[in-house]
C-alpha cells in the first residue's frame, strides 16, 4: 500500500471529502490485511508498502476465531482474549513510527517509550503549579492542565491512523490536526491566564477576570483561522499554478494542520516570555526558571514542524524520537522549575517583610503594566493570533514549494538548523528580559569604533559580495537553466525579479554585515596597531584606546551610558552577531537618555482627549482682497526666544508667569521657537512645560495612520517623524489635520538631533503662502476643491482581475460586482477605523490597470478661516502629498502609503498648478533648527510644518493640544484600544522598513 494514497484520501488539499478518505482508508486496509496473511494489526515502514507481523505491532490470530467441538464452543473467550491483546498492542504502539525511527532495529519503538515516561514528571509540573503557594494565574492553571487532554487524545488518533488508515498519525492529516489543535488551546488559555494576570485590566480599563474560562474568544478565534485557511486555499489556487502545486507531496499537511502548529509554537512562546515578566511582577523569581525551562520546549515545538516541513520524510525519521526525548527532559525540567516556584513562595510566606515588598512590587508592576500598554485586549490579541497563525500557515505550506530542491532533499544537518536557530534567537530575546525597543546596530556604531571599525567594515563587504554575486548568478543558472545574457530582452526582464529578490536579500542580511564588521573590529585593530597605525576616532586627536563612550551616548551594544564605567569590550565578539541576526536589536529605548522615563505625574494613557474635529469655515472667500490686503500687511515671522536671555530664574515658573503673554504672541506670529532650555532635555521635563503653559494635550490627529508612535504614552508624547525607514523621505509641508479632524496646536522638541547631519524642522506661514500664489491658480482651487488619497491597495489584482473564463460577463459583470462589493466591505469595516473621512475608490490615478483601490478624503477647500482670528489662511496639504511633487524629491514611501492629490471631482491637478503651489510654499519656508532642550510651539491651523532628510539617529517628539472646551471629548474610534492597537500594528510595519 501507498502511504501517499492514503494520506491523499484524508488530508490531501486538493478536495477529496474526509467520507470518501475514510471509505478508501477501509479499504486499503482489507487489502493490506489480505495482502500480509490474515494479521489483525500491520505494521507499516512509514509508506514503503511492507507489511508485516510482529509481537508488539500485531496479533496473529486469525480474522475468523476456530470452533472446536460444535457450534460457537469458546468462540466468545478466544475474542475476548484477542480483543485485548488488541488493545494493548494497539495502547503501546499509538505514538510509535516503527522502524522508520531512524534507528538501530534494537531501538525500535524507543519514542512510545519515553513519551510514556514523560508522563509522569507532567503531571508533577501540574502538581506543583496547583500548589496556593506558587500562586499560579487561576487560567493558566487551566491551560496547563488542558495539555493532558492533548496527551490522551493522540492515544485513539494514534491508534485510529494506524487501525484505519495503515499509516502514522503524522501522515493523516484529519487525525492528526484535530489531535494537535487540543494542544492549540492548552497553550492559548495557558497564556491568557499570564497575561491577565500581568495586566490586570482591559484594554477600556475595565478589571479582567483572572479565571473566567475565554470560550467565546476561542470559538472566534477557531471561527477566524478556518477562515484565513480558506482564503488562503483559494488565493493558492490563483497565484499559484497547478504544475507548482502538483509536486506538493500527498502526506503534507494541509492549512488548518499547519495553523495549528504555528498557533501552538506562538502561542508558547508567549507564555513563555509572559512567565519571565511574571516572575518580575509577583516577586517569585523562580518563575524565571520555569520559564527557561520551557524554552526546552520549544526545541520540542520547532522538531515535529521541522519532520512536517519536510514531509516527514522516513531519511529524518530520528527527529521523532529526539522529540520524544525532548519532550521528557522538557517535562522534567518543568516540574523542577515548579517544585522551586512552590518553594520560594513558601520561603517569601515565611518572610513577611519579604512579602510585604513583594506585594507592593506586585502593585507598582500591575500599575505599570497596565497603564503603559493601556490595558490588555484580548480580543484583539486573539485576532492578531489568529491572522499570525493562518497567514504564517499559508507561508510555510506554499513557501516549501518555492524551494523544493531544499525540502524535497531532507538531512539531518538542515532539520538540525531549522530547530536550533529559531529556538536559540526566541530563549535568548524571553531570557533577555523580551527587551526589543534596543537600537539598531548602524553605520555610526561602526564609525564610532574608529580606523578599525571603518577597516572592519570594508573588509567584511568586499567578502560578503565576492561570494555574493557569484552565488546570485549561480542561482540564477540553476533556476532558468541558463547564464544570464543582457543582450537577451527576455532575459532583462527576468533580471528585474531576480534583482528584486537579490536586493531584498542583501538588505535583510544589512545586521549580519554590521555585526561581523564590529565582531572583526578588534582583531583588526590589534593588527593596525602592530604596523603603528595612528587610530583616532576625532579630529580632536581623542585615541581609539579611550575605553568608554561619554555619557549620554551609546555604547556597541545599542545601550545608553550613564557613566564612564561602560564595558564594551563584551560586544565585540559574534555574540553581537548572533543578536543581530535573530533581530534583538530595535529602536532606542525609550526610557534611556536623552528621553528618559514617565514624568510621574497623572498618567494619561487612557485619559487623553479626542483630537478635535476639524473647524471648517471655508465659503465666501474674497481672494483678490484677502491677496491684497496680505500684501499690504507686514506679516510677523516666527518669534525666537533665547531662554539663556530672556528666562532668569526657574524656567517653568516663567512659563506659568507669561503663558497669556505667549499664547497672544502665538497667535501673532504662528510660531515661536524657545531655544536653550534645560526643563525640556527630557520627555519629563517637556510634559511639565506644556503644563505650564495650560496647554491641553490630546491623540495625534492621525493617531490610526501608524506615522507616529507614543515616545511616552503616559505624559501624551510622540515620538516625531524619526523612523529609519524614513530618514531619505522629505516631509512637506502640512497641517497636522485630516478633514475629519485637526488638532488646535501643537509643540515640538528636540532630545537629540540628527547624529550625522540634516533633520532640520521647518515651517511656513499659510497666510504669506495664500499671498503668493497666483491668483488664478488659488481660484482654480478654491473653486474645485481638493481631494487627497492616502493609501494605494494594489493587492486585490491577482485575486478579481479579468481572466475571460466567461467571456464578455466578467467583464461586464463579474469584475465590476467584485471591485463594488470590495469598495463597500472595507469602505464599511477597514476605512472608519483610520477616524478619516475615506472613500474608496477604485483606478482615481489610473495605476495598476484600474484594480488599484484608494482610500480617498473627501472634498476639502485650500483655504480656510483661522477658528480665532477669523482670518484666511492656505490650509491644505497638497504640497506633501501630491505625487508629482513627492517623485521630484527624495521619497521612501512604499506604495501602500503613497499619497496623491486630486481636485473635488477627481480629476487630475495639472502640474503647473502643483508646481506654482510648490514655489509659494518653497518661497516662505523658515528652518528652525533645533538642539537639545529646544521646544517649537506651532499654531496648527495658520502655520505648516515639515522635515528635511537626515543621516543617523535623530529623537523629536511632539504633543498635540486642543481647545479648552473640547478637553473631556473621548468618542472618536482611534480612543479606543482598536485605535491603539491599530496605531501599534502600522507602527511596527513602518519601523521594519529600511
Keep these: 500500500m501507498e502511504r501517499g494514497r492514503v494520506r491523499s484520501a484524508v488530508g490531501t488539499p486538493k478536495g477529496l471529502g474526509v467520507s470518501a478518505g475514510l471509505r478508501r482508508g477501509r479499504e486499503n486496509r482489507r487489502r493490506m490485511l489480505r495482502r500480509a496473511g490474515g494479521c489483525a494489526r500491520v ?23 476456530e470452533r472446536r467441538g460444535g457450534v460457537g464452543k469458546g468462540r466468545g473467550t478466544r475474542t475476548r482474549v484477542a480483543a485485548v491483546q488488541e488493545v494493548v498492542g494497539q495502547l503501546s504502539d499509538a505514538w510509535s513510527v516503527g522502524t522508520a525511527n531512524g534507528l538501530p532495529p534494537q531501538l525500535e519503538g524507543i519514542e512510545t517509550q519515553l513519551f510514556q515516561a514523560s508522563l509522569l514528571p507532567e503531571l508533577l509540573y501540574l502538581w506543583f503549579l496547583s500548589r496556593p503557594e506558587a500562586k499560579t494565574p487561576p487560567l493558566a492553571n487551566t491551560g496547563a492542565r488542558m495539555l493532558l487532554l492533548f496527551v490522551f487524545a493522540t492515544i485513539p488518533a494514534g491508534i485510529a491512523a494506524k487501525v484505519q488508515f495503515g499509516d502514522t498519525l503524522a501522515n493523516v492529516d484529519v487525525l492528526h490536526g484535530t489531535s494537535e489543535s487540543l494542544l492549540t488551546f492548552s497553550n492559548l488559555v495557558l497564556a491568557l491566564g499570564f497575561s491577565r494576570a500581568l495586566f490586570t485590566v482591559d484594554g477600556e480599563g475595565k478589571e479582567l477576570d483572572l479565571g473566567a474560562f475565554p470560550a467565546k474568544g476561542i470559538a472566534k478565534f477557531v471561527g477566524l483561522i478556518a477562515g484565513v485557511c480558506g482564503l488562503g486555499f483559494l488565493a493558492s489556487n490563483l497565484l499559484i499554478d497547478s504544475s507548482t502545486l502538483d509536486m506538493e507531496p500527498s502526506n503534507a499537511l494541509s492549512l488548518p494542520t499547519w495553523a495549528v502548529h504555528v498557533s501552538s509554537v506562538a502561542e508558547w512562546t508567549l507564555a513563555t516570555s509572559l512567565v519571565w515578566k511574571f516572575a518580575e511582577k509577583s516577586g517569585n523569581q523562580a518563575w524565571k526558571g520555569l520559564s527557561v525551562a520551557m524554552c526546552l520546549n520549544l526545541l520540542n515545538a520547532y522538531t515535529p514542524c521541522t519532520w512536517h516541513a519536510f514531509y516527514n520524510s522516513p531519511a529524518i525519521g530520528a527527529l521523532v524520537p529526539l522529540q520524544a526525548l525532548l519532550t521528557l527532559t522538557g517535562s522534567s525540567a518543568r516540574a523542577f522549575a515548579a517544585y522551586r516556584v512552590c518553594e520560594e513562595g513558601k520561603r517569601l510566606e515565611a518572610q513577611p517583610e519579604a512579602q510585604a515588598n513583594t506585594t507592593d512590587k506586585e502593585s507598582s508592576s500591575s500599575s505599570s503594566s497596565s497603564s503603559s500598554s493601556g490595558g490588555f485586549d484580548e480580543g484583539g490579541f486573539l485576532v492578531k493570533l489568529a491572522l499570525f497563525a493562518g497567514v504564517g500557515a499559508f507561508g510555510i505550506k506554499y513557501g516549501e514549494l518555492l524551494a523544493p530542491d531544499f525540502f524535497m532533499d531532507p538531512s539531518y544537518v538542515k532539520a538540525l538548523a531549522l530547530i536550533l536557530l529559531p529556538t536559540a534567537a526566541t530563549a535568548a530575546l524571553i531570557t533577555n528580559g523580551g527587551d ?52 537577451n530582452a527576455a532575459d532583462k526582464a527576468k533580471l528585474l525579479g531576480a534583482g528584486t529578490v537579490f536586493i531584498n536579500g542583501v538588505r535583510l542580511l544589512v545586521p549580519l554585515r554590521l555585526a561581523a564588521a564590529l565582531a572583526l573590529a578588534p582583531t583588526v585593530e590589534k593588527g593596525l596597531k602592530g604596523l603603528g597605525v595612528d587610530l583616532k576616532k576625532s579630529e580632536d586627536g581623542e585615541s581609539e584606546s579611550s575605553d568608554a563612550p561619554a555619557p549620554g551616548s551609546k555604547n556597541f551594544e545599542g545601550e545608553w551610558a550613564d557613566s564612564a564605567e561602560v564595558d564594551n569590550e563584551k560586544t565585540f565578539s559574534f555574540t553581537q552577531l548572533a543578536k543581530n541576526l535573530a533581530g534583538f536589536q530595535k529602536n532606542r529605548d525609550p526610557e534611556g537618555p536623552p528621553l528618559g522615563g514617565p514624568s510621574g505625574l497623572e ?32 506679516i510677523p515671522d516666527i518669534l525666537t526666544i533665547n531662554a539663556k536671555e530672556s528666562i532668569t530664574g526657574d524656567e517653568e515658573e516663567w512659563l506659568r508667569s507669561n503663558r497669556e503673554d505667549l499664547k497672544k504672541k502665538l497667535l501673532k506670529h504662528g510660531a515661536i521657537l524657545i531655544k536653550g532650555m534645560e526643563t525640556s532635555k527630557s520627555g519629563a521635563g517637556f510634559r511639565r512645560v506644556y503644563e505650564a503653559l495650560d496647554l491641553d494635550v490630546c491623540l495625534d490627529p492621525i493617531h490610526t495612520s501608524g506615522l507616529r508612535k507614543f515616545a511616552i504614552e503616559q505624559d501624551g508624547i510622540y515620538e516625531e517623524v524619526n523612523k529609519p525607514g524614513l530618514r531619505q523621505h522629505y516631509i512637506g509641508l502640512h497641517n497636522e489635520s485630516t478633514t475629519n479632524r485637526t488638532a488646535a496646536f501643537g509643540a515640538f ?39 487627497i488619497s492616502v493609501s494605494n491597495l494594489d493587492f486585490f489584482k491577482p485575486i478579481i482581475e479579468n481572466r475571460n473564463l466567461f467571456g464578455d460577463f466578467d467583464k461586464e459583470v463579474l469584475v465590476p460586482r467584485a471591485k463594488e462589493d470590495l469598495a463597500k466591505a472595507i469602505g464599511s469595516t477597514v476605512a472608519p477605523k483610520f477616524d478619516m473621512d475615506l472613500e474608496m475608490v477604485w483606478g482615481a490615478d489610473g495605476a495598476n ?83 537639545a532642550g529646544d521646544v517649537l510651539l506651532v499654531d496648527n491651523y495658520r502655520m505648516l510644518h515639515g522635515r528635511d532628510i537626515f543621516q543617523g539617529d535623530r529623537l523629536h517628539a511632539v504633543s498635540w493640544f486642543t481647545w479648552p472646551e473640547e478637553a473631556n471629548i473621548k468618542e472618536a474610534v482611534s480612543n479606543t484600544s482598536e485605535g491603539n492597537n491599530l496605531n501599534k500594528i502600522l507602527n511596527k510595519y513602518v519601523d521594519s522598513l529600511k
Design 603 to 634: 498618567d494619561l494613557s487612557s485619559r487623553l482627549p479626542d483630537c478635535p474635529k476639524t473647524r471648517w469655515d471655508s465659503d465666501g472667500v474674497d481672494i483678490d482682497a484677502v491677496q491684497k490686503q496680505y500684501q499690504e500687511e507686514d
Design 849 to 931: 490597470d484600474g484594480y488599484r483601490l484608494q482610500a480617498i478624503e473627501l472634498p476639502e477647500t485650500p483655504i480656510n478661516r483661522h477658528p480665532i482670528t477669523k482670518e484666511p489662511v492656505w490650509f491644505c496639504n497638497m504640497h506633501n502629498h501630491s505625487r508629482f511633487l513627492r517623485d521630484n524629491r527624495p521619497c521612501t514611501v512604499p506604495e501602500v502609503g503613497m499619497t496623491e492629490t486630486f481636485f473635488g471631482d477627481l480629476s487630475a491637478i495639472p502640474e503647473n498648478v502643483l508646481e506654482e503651489v510648490d514655489r509659494a510654499s518653497r518661497k516662505n519656508i523658515v528652518p528652525t533648527p533645533m538642539q
Design 749 to 787: 522638541v528636540c532630545f537629540l538631533p540628527a547624529t550625522e547631519g540634516g533633520g532640520d524642522f521647518f515651517v511656513a506661514d499659510g497666510k504669506k503662502i495664500l499671498r503668493d500664489i497666483d491668483p488664478k491658480v488659488l481660484k482654480e482651487l478654491y473653486d474645485k476643491k481638493i481631494r
Design 43 to 65: 505494521g507499516t515502514s512509514q509508506g514503503q508498502g511492507q507489511g508485516r507481523c510482529t509481537a508488539r505491532t500485531a496479533t496473529a490470530a486469525p480474522l475468523l476465531p
Design 436 to 487: 526589543g525597543n534596543k537600537p539598531k546596530l548602524s553605520m555610526a556604531d561602526v564609525k564610532s569604533f574608529g580606523v578599525a571599525g571603518t577597516v572592519s567594515y570594508i573588509i567584511t563587504e568586499l567578502a560578503f559580495w565576492a561570494v555574493a554575486f557569484p552565488l546570485a548568478f549561480s542561482w540564477y543558472r540553476v533556476a532558468e537553466g541558463s547564464w544570464l545574457d543582457l543582450s
